[in-house]
Structure formats: structure tokens, C-alpha cells
């Protein structure tokens, strides 16, 4: 039973069931004061009013995990597995108390128990359906792998931290980073925390040490947390910077946390651990030594994160060795799912935030690519799906992504528009932006009214583009 799932699917609308979750206060559209949220660890913006046109029901495929109901998912997702989990309001009578009522009701937790089982349907199937098998040789064969994984990360840490040292705005770049780094770290080593509690210790013995050892790890760190965030004056409140979460960084937050809390994914939990001790003692120091070089700091490295491949492979062998010892190869096969997922996804992260930083970092160049195909499609009559809005002063559009790319032409009034906190550019009267499709961004008006234009540009069009 420990090592087999089943996934569960009710018969139920999807759609109906997950739009019944978001409709909950804490979750509605972002507000204009609202870019950064302070005080207020309940205030999840979900963009409630897209559910109307996205389809829960069926299962995404890989190429389609940075797409908008991707994106909404995973906040979705993010919410449900918080309501088991400690928050406190700001203070009795504040906007925090009255939305955690709201988060923390018995209606919430119940539509939020029918709406995981959608979630996780929805994000995570293509996991199993695509995941690549295991070498031939049991548990030494996944020993090798795990540290061969290890090997490959030590040489190459990630490219988005590559990308973030060559970008122009180097301080921007920085941030955005660590934005992502609030978006996963506190909620992995939340999900750790799960499996703490339990009386298992007879069966493993080793695992409720080596769980309380990393927690303990996090839990004293915590400073050093705070310290690295400050670097780049951010602060280190829970949801503060919501709206700039990618929906890949919160993906592998909630496949940890998912494995975590479906108990009989024991070994999958334990497989998704280990890439997790890889990954944070692989990209620490040098995320440390890009923000302190983007801000001219010392670096901050959190302690304890260091890990040999002796050490990597003894961890291993404490942790999987009683599992396949008692349960067999399913044990093996489930851990190896688990890792070999977690790797993925941090994979398929870093590649979305390295294009995310790129573009960010070139808007001057979408700008012009911008005015070239508004002007080859007028030029051309080219005929092309087109969104206008009429937006009233202060109307905000929660941070989202599209499906396809547009362009954002102005044609009455100003807006801002913003892709990281602390940047707000303001568009005018004929100016204009390409967003290419998977590309976080929201604005604000900032006119009385405000009138623009979203032509949607196909990939052969913008391939034409200079």
C-alpha cells in the first residue's frame, strides 16, 4: 500500500469544483495597493475570473506547464496545502484577520480537499506518463543515479543564475531571483516538516532524525534567510511577493509538498527529498555570490548546506537502503519516480526563469519588435485575433501569463506595467510591447480611463520579426 498510487478523480465538474475554491475573498483579483503584500500571509491572488475559460478536466502535458491554468493551478494548489499549516494574521481587526477566517473555514478546507484532487491531476499526470525508467540494477542502480544527478549539478548549478550575472540591470535580475527563491524554499522545507510527525520509527529508523536534522537546519538559518533577501531590500514575509512567484517555481514546491502529504508516496517523498538536499547545496553559494556581486555585498551562504558525494551517498543509504530492505524494488521504483520528478521540474524551472530574466532584461528590444509588427500587420492588412480593453483609473490586472503572443498597444490614456517589484513602466498614447506567450507580467491604469489594444501574434509572424 505505501508504495502504490492511485489517483483519485471525481466525477464531479472539475471546472465547477475548482472555481467553487477560488471564489473564497482572500483569493479575488489583486488591487492596485496590493503589488507587494505585506501583514497579510491569507492574501493569495488566484485571478478567480480566467477560471471561466480554462479547462481543469483535462491532464497538461509537459509543454504545456507554463501556460495560464498552469500558473493559476499552482496558486490554487499553493493555498490548499497551506490551509494545514501555521499563519498568523497581523493583528485582530485587520484585513490579514478577516481573510484568515476566511482561509482557515471549515468551507474552504473542505472545497480546498475536492480541489487538490483536480490540482493534482491536472499539473502533475504528465510525471508518470513521461517519466523515463529506471537502469536495470535495483538499488544500486538508483544509488549511481542519484549520484551522477549530483555530479551534473555541481558543474552546472543552473542557468538561470548564469543568465542573472550577464544581465544589463543586474540589481533587477537579482531580485527577480530571489523572488523565486521565497516562492520555493520556505514551502519545500515546510513539506519536510510534514512527515516529522508520525510513529514509523520502528520500520525506518533513520528518517525521522535525518527529517528533523534538515528542518532544524532551516530553522536556524532563518536569519541568514532574512540577511540574503535584504540584500536586495525584500523581506521575508510569507506571500509578500505573490504575484512575482512563476508558476515552475511553485510547481516544485508543490510536487514536494504533494508527495509529502499523500502518505502512501512515502518513497516518492523520500526520492524528492534527496534532490532537494542536491539542489540547495548545489545553488546556494553561487546564488549567494550573484546577489552580493549584482548589489556589491558580501555574499550571505546559509551554514549547513554543504554535501560531498560521500556524504550524498551514506544520506542515500540511510535513507532508501531500510526501505528497499523491508518493501523490495517498489520502494526503489518509487523513490527513483520521486527524484527523478523533482529533478525535472527544477529543470523545466530554471530553463522558464532564465527566459523570464532574459526578456525582462531586454524590454528595449521587445519594444522595438513591438512597433515592426504592428506596423507589418497594418502595412500588410494582416488579419489577426485581437482583445481590446476599456480600463477604468486604478483597475489592476493581477500578474498572469497568455497562451500566445500579443502585443500591448496603447490607443487612449496611460497604464503601468510591471514585470518584477520595484519596476513599473509606464506605457503611454501609441507605444507598444511584445509579450511572448508564458511571459509573467500585470499592470495598472493610471488614466481616468484607459483603451489598449492585444493583437495576437502567431510564431510564424514573430519569427518574420528582426
Known amino acids: 500500500m505505501v508504495f502504490s498510487h492511485r489517483s483519485d478523480f471525481n466525477q464531479e465538474d472539475p471546472n465547477e469544483i475548482v472555481r467553487e475554491y477560488a471564489a473564497n475573498s482572500p483569493f479575488r483579483s489583486a488591487e492596485a495597493h496590493e503589488l507587494i503584500n505585506e501583514d497579510n500571509p491569507f492574501r493569495r491572488p488566484v485571478r478567480p475570473h480566467d477560471l471561466g475559460f480554462l479547462d481543469y478536466g483535462k491532464r497538461l502535458a509537459a509543454s504545456e506547464q507554463r501556460l495560464l491554468s498552469s500558473l493559476l493551478g499552482n496558486r490554487m494548489l499553493r493555498n490548499v496545502y497551506d490551509e494545514d499549516r501555521l499563519h498568523l494574521p497581523a493583528g485582530r481587526g485587520t484585513p490579514s484577520w478577516t481573510d ?9 478546507r ?7 484532487a483536480v ?11 513521461e517519466r523515463e525508467p529506471l537502469a536495470p540494477g535495483g538499488l544500486a542502480a538508483l ?18 543564475l548564469d543568465v542573472t550575472a550577464k544581465c544589463t540591470d543586474r540589481k533587477q535580475a537579482a531580485t527577480f531571483l530571489l523572488l523565486q527563491l521565497t516562492a520555493t524554499q520556505p514551502a519545500m522545507n515546510l513539506a519536510v516538516g510534514r ?9 525506518h529508523p533513520n528518517l525521522r532524525r535525518l527529517l528533523l536534522a534538515d528542518y532544524q537546519r532551516w530553522a536556524d538559518g532563518a536569519g541568514q534567510y532574512r540577511e540574503l533577501l535584504g540584500t536586495a531590500d525584500l523581506i521575508a514575509e510569507p506571500a509578500a511577493y505573490w504575484q512575482f512567484f512563476l508558476g515552475s517555481s511553485m510547481s516544485r514546491a508543490n510536487h514536494l509538498d504533494m508527495v509529502a502529504r499523500n502518505h502512501e508516496r512515502l518513497g516518492e517523498f523520500i526520492g524528492a527529498w534527496l534532490h532537494k538536499k542536491i539542489d540547495d ?8 555570490e550573484v546577489v552580493a556581486e549584482a548589489f556589491g555585498a558580501e555574499p550571505v551562504v546559509p551554514t549547513g548546506g554543504k554535501l560531498t558525494a560521500d556524504a550524498l551517498g551514506a544520506l542515500f543509504d540511510e535513507l532508501v537502503a531500510p526501505l ?18 523533482a529533478r525535472r521540474l527544477a529543470a523545466s524551472s530554471d530553463e522558464d526563469l532564465s527566459i523570464q530574466l532574459d526578456w525582462a532584461d531586454r524590454l528595449d528590444e521587445y519594444q522595438a519588435k513591438a512597433e515592426w509588427l504592428d506596423e507589418k500587420i497594418r502595412t500588410d492588412r494582416l488579419e489577426v485575433d485581437l482583445e481590446t480593453f476599456v480600463e477604468s483609473s486604478e483597475e489592476t490586472s493581477t500578474t498572469h501569463v497568455h497562451d500566445d503572443h500579443r502585443l500591448v498597444v496603447v490607443e487612449v490614456g496611460q497604464m503601468h506595467f510591471w514585470n518584477n517589484v520595484g519596476k513599473k513602466i509606464p506605457m503611454e498614447v501609441g507605444q507598444k510591447l511584445l509579450i511572448p506567450a508564458e511571459r509573467l507580467h500585470g499592470s495598472m491604469v493610471l488614466s481616468g480611463t484607459c483603451t489598449y489594444h492585444q493583437p495576437v501574434i502567431s510564431a510564424e509572424l514573430l519569427a518574420a520579426c528582426p
Not at 549511481?144 to 552546472?156: D, G, I, T
Not at 512527515?195 to 520500520?203: A, C, E, I, K
Request: glycine residues 8%.
Open 100 to 108: 484568515g477566517e476566511e482561509f482557515y473555514s471549515a468551507a474552504n
Open 110 to 116: 473542505i472545497r480546498g480537499a475536492r480541489a487538490a
Open 119 to 129: 490540482l493534482e491531476r491536472h499539473l502533475f499526470s504528465f510525471l508518470a506518463e
Open 143 to 160: 544509488r549511481e543515479h542519484v549520484l551522477a544527478a549530483f555530479a551534473e549539478r555541481q558543474s552546472q548549478p543552473g542557468k538561470a
Open 195 to 203: 512527515n516529522l510527525l508520525g510513529d514509523y520509527d520502528l520500520v
Open 281 to 288: 547545496a548545489v545553488t546556494a553559494r553561487r546564488r549567494a
Open 324 to 341: 528497499a530492505d523491508r518493501y523490495g524494488g517498489a520502494a526503489v521504483e518509487s523513490c527513483y519516480a520521486g527524484f527523478a520528478d
